[in-house]
């Protein structure tokens, strides 16, 4: 019985142990033939015989249950370090792409609109004179022209030169209370360091009743969208002119890169332009042929927004599909 | 607009007013600093007088002058020329830094001692004021010999540029501006006014007259002098230099400072040779049409009223009759006037289509206060005008309102105050309406909210409470709010899919257009003034921009490039159209371990697998485009909803030749097509499906996409799915081809009958039999 438990216990493989248990516990196995010489035992022996047997039969079993307990273990611990990979290996497979950080922005800022209940509209490439301008109290020959240097079509088209004409075509096609923003792309003849003939803006317009809309309210909803964007900033508002608004005003933040301090970002001033805005003027109103109402409008360049978020240094940039910068927003 | 804090001190008291103050004033009044810079001069630089000036022994080009600097004479080696003529002179005395690395110490030039400099101007760090030294006059205040001369402000002066907005015409000039900064700070204006001392004067009338002989629509006047030793000043020339706007000569030099002072359009003329002969009296006529007004003199046309002058007629130093013209012009009838008859404009047009001083006489008098105390001139007594009869402009205006657009009670009393100080004039009564009179050079001011501006402007918006506005309403979720949702979903799919998005201009170079057979804006709906020539036109794709991005990404060392973009392109008709544009080159995905470092090209499988992971599911048809960047035998129609939507290729290979691209795909397609559409749920099977090979024997060129047309006509009501898993051929099948369809049948009522599975089959395999002489293999 000995040397058959050391059997047991020195199996060094499952393989090996399954052999040992046909051989032990099989039909023609050691303990078969242990058990078919009960018969030959004499009577009164007979007890104590097939006690014996028993005994061993139950430590035996005992061990080639721990032995393969063990071996199972084993077993399962080589295959698993068999597949054993490097994972690190797989780190930035590049798989992904990114989104434009001048359309990202364009995204947040129309997420904020949203929330706040105003429509999306949009309006052609190419507009007529009175979008773009004549319905905004923009008359031919006005010096506010200048500020705005317009790609023509022979025709009489203008590649627009704000998303203002789609607050026109709104107004036209709706009726107050309107709550609008436009964003997309705008053009002006203009190209250097800090001008390309496209770019993007967001236009905003809320009207509604006559004497409902104030300037406090163009006030509480731009700097709360300001601090949305850009967080705890201080925020400016400067009288200023635009032909479509009256009162205007320009909105600053304090520089975001020097804190209010001075830097070349901001030209030595603490502030940054962000935003024009202003009360609608009632001329565009006449234009749209619309009585008793107030209302306010505002705009904004997405690619100043996007740069100074993202402090990317150059615009031009934006417009090539650079991957290197592209990759960087992955 | 540059001013500087001494010159607007001679119309209004700003020297309690500190440069932050200012800083802040003229920002809240919607006059932007764009700048602000107060000029220091170093220290131990002081008033001299040369007393003596020798040429150096040993060097033709350098002088020695003995120079009083109050307490003490300076022997100092001076290389200008023009110190032979100076009197007064900076000098940078022993120990003065006038830079980092640049401090002045004994020194020897030539063998000759020389303790301190003579500067320039830009020595000291002011502007240029010309060749040589700086030569210091009494204009800047008195001199005292050895005083610092940073302690004389209108040196030290503070500069400040402003940006006007377009509509402020108004503050164009010194007095201008310190009128609005008199009604911010409420600090008193300085009237200007000027009489002559000369008491033998010629009277005007008697050497020149002035009639119209048309009702004109401007106002002008006349004065002249006879112009000698002209003298610019050094703070005149200091001013014009700072503000970059030094002039040819001294006449114009003060011309030129007459207008920026005041507003007031000034030219000047030559009388004799050009307007008339010697001794002729001169008969000056104005005579308008078409809104344009033209002046002559004795039959010889000189200026066109607030336009320009001629250029032959114009005064200069030599002249010894100057006519001097000051003018006003409303801007808003003349500048369509002007932009209908192409006239051409000289430099101060700008001052008048912006809106310029209209109080002539503020203008000529200052001429003649300049003209008679700092030169030998002497002007003819009295002047000739033509002054434009306008009715004054009256706004009705109540407080309500404007308190309503502010969004804060304004009272009454405050807005005529405000108005008031802003040379507005104001009816004041117990009436709720009442009304301001519009001062003429505020041209801009038309209705109440011009008006709203003014008070906003001089309360100062940071004095506004925020106030949000109430929302009650509908939800505005329109079509296009729905649109920008797809298009975020749809740039979110293609970012996952491995792409990068662009932004590219909207333009194209009209050759390269060509050169791919793309289609081109008709020639009379094209652009007029491109800005560059390879952005000469509106693009009507927005590949050839993919493809010159990625080429300059090829050129960065770019193995792999993955673009797409949304945008707008034009037709022949440049009607507007939104597409999705992908381009992909090189490298099917990046260089890494699952590749071994080395990925395989893109090819069409992968490409068509990425656009499928981002546009959802579309069909595949023979293309039936025709630009040069497809490969005719690697390209297909994109068919989403049974209709062609766009197109996919491969990159012809000549065309990836012209970009230094590798294997590249293409695709375009149209967003229309891509908006999500409504969706019903079918009804689900409840029973097990079984899937069916179905392998055929047919002709080696048929499409699949007819195979499966074949089999959509036949609406099987079991077929719930098929599609194509293999496709084998070999030299066996010589001209045919073997097609293995994967059905998939199962029935939404029961359990599958082998006979109904047959029946299914049975009828596909004779249908494609019959169509296209399909056999089973």
């Known amino acids: ?330 | 607009m540059i001013v500087t804090r001494t010159w607007l001190n001679n119309f209004i008291d700003i020297s309690e007013v500190s440069n932050e103050k200012l800083y802040e004033t003229f920002n809240s009044i919607g006059l932007e600093v764009d700048s602000i810079k107060t000029y220091h001069i170093p220290d131990k630089v002081v008033v001299g007088k040369v007393l003596s000036c020798e040429k150096h022994p040993d060097a033709d080009k350098l002088n020695v002058c003995q120079i009083d600097i109050g307490n003490a004479t300076r022997q100092i080696v001076c290389g200008a020329a023009n110190v032979v003529d100076a009197e007064y002179v900076a000098v940078a005395t022993i120990g003065a830094k006038l830079g980092d690395d640049f401090e002045i110490k004994h020194a020897k030039l030539r063998g000759v001692e020389s303790e301190g400099m003579v500067c320039s101007a830009s020595e000291l760090g002011l502007p240029n004021l010309g060749d040589g030294i700086m030569i210091l006059d009494e204009s800047i205040g008195k001199l005292k010999l050895g005083k610092d001369l940073n302690e004389y402000d209108r040196v030290a002066d503070t500069v400040i540029e402003l940006e006007l907005t377009a509509n402020r015409g108004d503050c164009l000039s010194i007095y201008g501006v310190a009128r609005d900064l008199s009604a911010a700070l409420d600090i008193p204006l300085r009237v200007f006014d000027y009489e002559s001392q000369n008491q033998e004067k010629i009277g005007l009338a008697r050497v020149a007259e002035l009639k119209a002989s048309t009702k004109i629509n401007g106002s002008l006047k006349y004065v002249m002098a006879d112009v000698q030793e002209l003298h610019t000043s050094f703070v005149f020339a200091l001013r014009l230099a700072f503000i970059d706007a030094t002039k040819e000569n001294a006449l114009a030099n003060v011309v030129k400072y007459v207008t920026h002072t005041t507003g007031v359009v000034l030219r000047a003329y030559k009388t004799r040779e050009m307007l008339v002969e010697e001794d002729d009296k001169i008969t000056i006529t104005a005579s308008m049409e078409d809104e344009i007004t033209h002046i002559e003199a004795n039959g010889k046309p000189f200026s066109i009223l607030g336009v320009s002058q001629n250029e032959e007629s114009k005064a200069d130093d030599e002249t010894v009759k100057v006519l001097f013209e000051a003018s006003y012009i409303n801007p808003d009838t003349l500048v369509d006037a002007v932009a209908a008859k192409g006239l051409e404009t000289d430099e101060l047009y700008y001052n008048t289509s912006r809106g310029s001083e209209p109080d002539l006489s503020m203008g000529t008098k200052y001429l003649m206060y300049l003209l008679e105390s700092y030169s030998g001139c002497n002007f003819f007594d009295g002047s000739l005008s033509l002054e434009e009869e306008l009715e004054s402009k009256i706004i009705t205006i109540n407080d309500r309102e404007i308190s309503e657009l502010i969004g804060r009670k304004i009272d009454k009393a405050e807005i005529l105050s405000i108005l008031t100080s802003l040379g507005f004039r104001v009816q004041s009564s117990a009436e709720e309406n009442f009304g301001a009179t519009i001062p003429k050079f505020r041209h801009d001011i038309e209705n109440i909210q011009d008006i709203t501006e003014e008070i906003v402007r001089i309360i100062g918006i940071d004095n506004i409470e925020a106030k949000a506005l109430k929302f009650a309403e509908a939800q505005r979720t329109n079509p296009t709010t729905q649109r920008y949702h797809a298009k975020k979903a749809i740039r979110q799919s293609a970012v996952a899919a491995g792409f990068y998005e662009t932004v590219s201009y909207a333009f194209s170079d009209k050759s390269l257009l060509e050169k791919y057979e793309f289609p081109l804006i008709r020639e009379e709906l094209d652009i007029i003034n491109p800005i560059t020539e390879d952005l000469n036109t509106l693009r009507s794709t927005i590949l050839i921009n993919l493809l010159i991005a990625s080429k300059r990404n090829v050129s960065y060392s770019k193995k792999s490039i993955s673009l797409f973009e949304i945008g707008t392109i034009f037709d022949e008709n440049r009607r507007e159209k939104e597409v999705l544009s992908f381009i992909i080159s090189g490298q099917k995905e990046s260089e890494n371990v699952t590749n071994n470092g080395k990925p395989a090209m893109i090819d069409f499988e992968t490409f068509t697998k990425k656009l499928s992971a981002v546009i959802g599911d579309f069909q595949l048809r023979s293309n039936s485009q025709n630009n040069a960047l497809i490969h005719p035998y690697q390209s297909a129609d994109i068919i989403i909803n049974d209709e062609v939507c766009g197109f996919m290729s491969k990159l012809h290979p000549t065309v990836a030749d012209d970009f230094d691209l590798s294997d590249t795909f293409i695709a375009e397609i149209s967003f229309d097509a891509l908006i999500p559409q409504h969706i019903n749920a079918n009804a689900i099977s409840k029973f097990q499906g079984v899937y069916k090979d179905l392998s055929l024997v047919v002709d080696k060129n048929l499409p699949y996409n007819q195979v499966s047309t074949a089999i959509e006509s036949l609406n099987l009501p079991l077929l719930k799915k098929y599609y194509p898993v293999d496709v084998y051929e070999d030299a066996s099948l010589e001209e045919q081809k073997s097609l293995t369809i994967r059905l998939f049948i199962q029935s939404l009522e029961g359990t599958l009958e082998d006979s109904s599975i047959e029946e299914t089959v049975n009828t596909i395999v004779s249908s494609l039999e019959e169509a296209y002489g399909a056999k089973l293999r």
Not at chain 1, 19 to 41: H, N, P, T, Y
Not at chain 1, 204 to 211: F, P, Q
Not at chain 1, 225 to 231: A, V
Not at chain 1, 299 to 319: C, N, S, V, Y
Request: charged share 30%; with cysteine.
């Open chain 1, 1 to 330: 019985m000995k040397h058959l438990e050391e059997q047991v216990t020195q199996a060094d493989s499952l393989g090996s142990l399954e052999k040992i248990r046909i051989e032990l516990f099989g039909k023609k196995g050691a303990l078969a033939a242990e058990f078919a010489k009960l018969k030959d035992v004499p009577g009164p022996e007979k007890k104590a015989f097939a006690e014996g047997l028993n005994k061993s039969k139950a430590n035996l079993q005992k061990l080639y249950d721990e032995r393969y307990e063990l071996l199972k273990k084993e077993e399962i611990e080589r295959i698993l370090k068999a597949e054993a990979i490097d994972v690190s290996l797989y780190s930035n497979l590049e798989a992904k792409g990114a989104l434009h950080p001048v359309m990202a922005t364009m995204d947040k800022i129309i997420d904020y609109f949203i929330a706040l209940n105003f429509s999306i509209e949009d309006g052609p490439k190419v507009e007529d004179d009175f979008h773009n301008f004549e319905a905004l109290n923009l008359p031919k020959n006005h010096p506010a022209r200048d500020m705005q240097d317009t790609f023509f079509c022979k025709d009489g088209g203008v590649l627009r030169t704000h998303t203002s004409p789609v607050q026109i075509r709104t107004m036209l096609e709706t009726k107050p209370p309107i709550r609008m923003i436009a964003p997309g792309a705008v053009f002006r003849k203009d190209y250097d360091l800090t001008h390309t003939p496209m770019f993007h803006q967001i236009e905003g317009l809320v009207v509604e009743g006559k004497g409902e809309v104030s300037f406090a309210n163009l006030k509480a909803i731009l700097s709360d969208f300001l601090h949305y964007m850009f967080g705890e900033v201080e925020i400016r508002f400067r009288p200023s002119f635009f032909p479509f608004t009256e009162p205007s005003a320009e909105v600053d933040i304090s520089c975001i890169f020097c804190e209010g301090e001075g830097c070349r970002v901001c030209s030595d001033t603490g502030w940054l332009e962000v935003l024009g805005c202003g009360i609608v003027d009632p001329n565009v109103f006449k234009a749209v042929n619309y009585e008793d109402v107030s209302g306010y409008a505002f705009g904004l360049g997405i690619e100043r927004f996007a740069m100074l978020l993202h402090k990317i240094p150059d615009l031009r940039m934006l417009f090539e599909g650079d991957t290197r910068l592209l990759e960087q927003f992955r």
